[in-house]
């Protein structure tokens, strides 16, 4: 079995005595051909860590592997031009001066190609992002996408053993990001490249990466694949910021388990902390479930328990605002096939065989 590509080991890095650790204790792996995402909010640490794994940050704990080969820990840190590490800026980091194939050659400067091997090295990079026929323009000539596709194309063009992209798609319109991400993966898997991304857009790191990080206050909160990720999560946290679940209060009885929407059996609920309690007589544990949006359907009902306070109209689905009698506000996605009216009483069913409990 080949040895990961990277390996980071309990990574810690505080910038100050008086400050909270920017990460904390960071301990994951990536393997050969993997691309992986670092997702979670504005300050989570999830950049500092990026900024570690290429060399610009020096960790103040842990050890940082490349290829099996220690790349930084206390005291001995490989500057980030010896790290084999391409690098894609949210501002995409081109010369202004240089053309499209001078920008994606001056990658090509730490390595030994020279000459006609520079220059078939160059024309395969440009014919991987789709630009042949623009060798000969400058950055100002092209398109926001095209210019991301350059400084791809110049992160990959010396083959490096990790791509490192950092918000690559933040500065694009929407049109452009989602066909991007999923040429950016295309790219990647067929040059069989490892990569790690940052981004705080849940549907970009599910629609690109094999393997998750959500991180939260400098801490892995959860890593795994997207599935898992979503289907699973760990801890409120994940599950709100992943999902954008609805979140209904619940309490255990001895028959199963209570909600203002109706009453779910013991083997509907599986407990997120993954003890027994989960199938424990414990009447009275109080939490909350976690429903996801698309698992709730409403039909008109008289007699519902809630009313449609608003309808959103997103193309494929709606996305309705319910309110129940309680004053509970949730959050229903279904198809367009079928439009509720706001003000119509609704009955809330939940389709979600199994769905995820947090205690309080």
């Known amino acids: 079995m080949s040895a990961p590509i990277l390996h980071l080991d309990r990574v810690t890095k505080q910038f100050s005595a008086n400050d909270l650790p920017a990460v904390a204790g960071v301990t994951l792996t990536l393997s050969p051909g993997e691309i992986l995402a670092l997702l979670g909010p504005s300050g989570c640490g999830k950049t500092t ?35 084999s590490i391409g690098m894609v800026f949210q501002d995409f980091a081109l010369f202004p001066h240089l053309t499209v194939a001078e920008n994606i050659a001056f990658g090509l400067k730490q390595t030994t190609l020279l000459g006609k091997a520079a220059q078939e090295r160059v024309a395969e990079a440009i014919a991987l992002v789709n630009l042949q026929g623009k060798e000969s323009c400058y950055p100002h000539q092209l398109s926001g996408g095209q210019q991301q596709r350059v400084a791809l194309a110049r992160a990959l063009a010396p083959r490096p053993t990790l791509v490192l992209l950092d918000e690559p798609l933040s500065n694009l319109d929407v049109q452009v990001r989602l066909y991007l991400r999923q040429e950016i993966r295309e790219i990647l898997k067929a040059t069989q490249t490892s990569a790690v991304f940052v981004t705080h857009d849940q549907e970009e790191a599910m629609a690109i990466a094999d393997r998750v990080a959500v991180m939260r206050q400098g801490r892995l909160e959860q890593w795994g694949t997207p599935e898992d990720i979503y289907r699973q999560p760990s801890s409120r946290f994940v599950a709100e910021f992943v999902t954008q679940a609805n979140f209904l209060p619940a309490t255990q009885e001895a028959s199963g388990w209570s909600t203002e929407l109706c009453h779910l059996e ?76 706001p003000g119509t009483r609704v009955s809330l069913t939940i389709t979600d065989p199994l769905l995820r409990f947090f205690p309080s």
């Open 266 to 341: 013991k083997s509907q609920v599986q407990c997120s902390c993954q003890t027994a309690c989960n199938h424990a007589e414990m009447p009275g544990l109080k939490g909350e479930l976690m429903i996801r949006q698309e698992v709730l359907q409403v039909q008109p009902d008289e007699h519902g328990q809630a009313t449609v306070s608003d309808r959103q109209f997103l193309g494929r689905e709606y996305r309705y605002t319910v309110v129940t009698d309680s004053g509970k506000r949730l959050y229903v996605r279904t198809t367009a096939s079928k439009a509720v009216a």
């Open 49 to 83: 860590l990026l900024r570690l794994i290429a060399g610009f940050e020096a960790p103040t704990q842990g050890s940082i592997l490349l290829a099996g080969q220690v790349a930084a820990q206390p005291g001995r840190c490989i500057a980030p031009e010896r790290r």
